[in-house]
């Protein structure tokens, strides 16, 4: 007779690896799309006639969306599931990009642009609750940092496109229609995944669940038995979830608020910091994107070595004092911009991942696509604003005050992450899901 052998106790199997590649189309076409438009702008501005404001409008609009987009498929995605909800959204970022080829108004773009991050913020919570449910307690780190580098994959891919299409004449228009590339692929490649049967479970259809096991995983394969619980957003409000949101969603700004406005006017800053210039500042962020790839491959065997808490703790202060050294000098040298972008990218990589682990591992099944939709749309609210005010900010203040404005914004993460980080190290997805915040 077979021995049984626990869902949590598997190797990485093919189907994992195909759940994870695919999930992670979410985030590479976040990193594509919110970094495409930065190099797109510089033809934009004289072709539309954008002024200040307009810009602003423009950078944060995608990220609006997200906000809505996030907190709105998360539930419906607890509701009826995450397969459906993965292939529809792939179709609409596709018709969206296509859509953005042909603006001619400003109103045309941000309208767009908005509606792009309401369908991308959608697979966030979808696919990385899938791809969560299906890993193991070993695995989750590991496939939620390939998630985390995805984005910087799609932010890296962005402006390769950019600088190919960037003397062109209307290259604008193909930067935004090469998006369509990787949504066809995405899309056939989610085309034949199964629906989670962690979700399936906590609907009551025991025998569906149990049948995608067999098929997969093998006859002698179990997961544990969850019982049948109904989704309701309401639940996200009590005490301990609350707190949980709070906790993330702060952290998270506090790490992509700097990011974000980094990668969103990537060209303007490394020009205002005298590195390059033009066509050249897409390659002068491949560079950075580089550094922020490489900062998820150590981050991925240290939370499972040092743990989630050290890890988020120390981290956050390296941030702080990179942005800080910025700051600090008026005209800081080449190595100096070198040696702080660096440090700052590298040790991103830790709270990079734990943006995506900690809500996936801190809600139950029923609740956690919508969970992850509400952590992101917290997090989204200083993000918007900052987007926004980033040019005005810059213009009126200079870089070194921009600088140091992201270091006291990283200290804030610093110091939430010491009073309130739990630790779920070793820990499967039905212990953490029960764990409460560490007290201070």
């Known amino acids: 007779m077979e021995k049984s052998k626990s869902f949590d106790d598997l190797e990485f199997t093919p189907l994992h690896r195909k759940i994870m590649l695919w999930g992670s189309g979410g985030p590479f076409l976040d990193?594509?799309?919110?970094?495409?438009?930065?190099?797109?702008?510089?033809?934009?501005?004289?072709?539309?006639?954008?002024?200040a404001q307009m810009i602003g409008l423009v950078g944060a609009a995608t990220l609006a969306g997200l906000f809505i987009g996030t907190a709105l498929f998360g539930y419906v995605a607890d509701l009826i599931g995450r397969k459906l909800m993965i292939m529809v959204n792939v179709v609409a970022i596709a018709v969206l990009s296509a859509a953005t080829m042909f603006v001619t108004s400003p109103v045309e773009l941000i309208v767009l642009r908005f509606l792009i991050g309401v369908v991308i913020g959608a697979d966030y919570p979808i696919a990385t609750s899938m791809v969560a449910e299906f890993s193991s307690t070993?695995?989750?780190?590991?496939?939620?940092?390939?998630?985390?580098?995805?984005?910087?994959v799609g932010a890296t891919a962005a402006n390769f496109v950019g600088y190919m299409f960037y003397d062109m004449q209307d290259g604008w228009r193909w930067m935004f229609g090469s998006a369509?590339?990787?949504?066809?692929?995405?899309?056939?490649?989610?085309?034949?995944?199964?629906?989670?049967?962690?979700?399936?479970?906590?609907?009551?259809?025991?025998?569906?669940?149990?049948?995608?096991?067999?098929?997969?995983?093998?006859?002698?394969?179990?997961?544990?038995?969850?019982?049948?619980?109904?989704?309701?957003?309401?639940?996200?409000?009590?005490?301990?979830?609350?707190?949980?949101?709070?906790?993330?969603?702060?952290?998270?700004?506090?790490?992509?608020?700097?990011?974000?406005?980094?990668?969103?006017?990537?060209?303007?800053?490394?020009?205002?910091?005298?590195l390059v210039d033009g066509r050249d500042a897409a390659l002068g962020n491949i560079v950075i994107s580089a550094f922020f790839m490489a900062g998820c491959l150590p981050a991925v065997f240290w939370l499972n070595s040092i743990g989630r808490r050290p890890l988020l703790i120390g981290s956050f202060a390296i941030m702080t004092a990179a942005l800080a050294l910025l700051g600090l000098f008026e005209n800081p040298s080449i190595w100096v911009i070198v040696a702080a972008f660096g440090l700052y990218a590298f040790f991103s990589g830790g709270p990079g991942i734990l943006q995506w682990l900690y809500p996936n591992e801190l809600f139950p099944t029923e609740i956690r696509a919508s969970a992850v939709g509400a952590v992101m749309s917290v997090s989204r609210i200083g993000t918007i604003i900052s987007t926004y005010a980033l040019p005005i900010f810059m213009t009126t203040y200079g870089i070194s005050a921009t600088m140091m404005a992201g270091a006291a914004i990283s200290l804030i993460g610093l110091g939430i992450s010491i009073a309130m980080a739990p630790e779920t190290k070793g820990m499967s997805l039905a212990e953490t899901s029960q764990m409460g915040l560490k007290q201070a």
């Open 31 to 51: 990193g594509f799309v919110l970094v495409i438009i930065g190099i797109a702008l510089e033809q934009l501005i004289p072709t539309l006639q954008l002024d």
């Open 138 to 152: 070993k695995q989750r780190a590991f496939t939620m940092g390939f998630i985390a580098a995805m984005w910087y």
């Open 180 to 274: 369509l590339i990787p949504c066809v692929i995405i899309f056939f490649g989610r085309f034949s995944l199964p629906e989670s049967p962690r979700w399936l479970m906590k609907k009551g259809r025991y025998a569906e669940a149990q049948a995608i096991m067999t098929k997969y995983f093998g006859k002698g394969v179990t997961l544990e038995e969850e019982e049948a619980t109904q989704t309701s957003y309401r639940t996200l409000f009590e005490p301990r979830h609350l707190k949980n949101i709070l906790f993330i969603g702060t952290i998270w700004s506090c790490q992509v608020i700097p990011m974000f406005a980094i990668y969103t006017f990537g060209p303007q800053i490394i020009g205002l910091f005298g």
